[in-house]
């Protein structure tokens, strides 16, 4: 079993920051891309930002200058640092990994989500 638990959700102001992270653990011999998506009420769940096992990131447009995100391939472990926090990057966020089992197996993995509220 894998599973993929994030926390670091919270309220803040606008103009804050918050730090996110993702814990992955179970059966894994290795995780492959990691990313963090948000979904905001009413709307579809979209992409923060991925991360490669080596460390190559890519962001949302929107999100590229005030999000960074990371990872600690030890502690199987991601993160994402958010600055200038709007209201409009209320949302549910996710984590999700692309997880190569000890069996060999492959397959991606979600979060059950933090919540994160973004005061005006």
């Known amino acids: 079993q894998v599973q993929l638990v994030e926390s670091g959700g919270g309220l803040v102001q606008a103009g804050g920051s918050l730090t996110l992270s993702c814990v992955a653990s179970g059966s894994i011999r290795y995780i492959r891309n990691m990313g963090w998506y948000r979904q905001a009420p009413g709307k579809q769940r979209e992409l923060v930002a991925i991360?490669?096992?080596?460390?190559?990131?890519n962001y949302a447009r929107s999100m590229k200058d005030r999000f960074t995100i990371s990872r600690d391939n030890d502690k199987n472990t991601l993160y994402l640092q958010m600055n200038s926090l709007k209201p409009e990057d209320t949302a549910v966020y996710y984590c999700n990994g692309d997880v190569v089992k000890m069996d060999g197996s492959q397959r991606g993995y979600w979060g059950q989500g933090t919540q994160v509220t973004i005061s005006s």
């Open positions: 991360i490669t096992s080596s460390g190559y990131a």
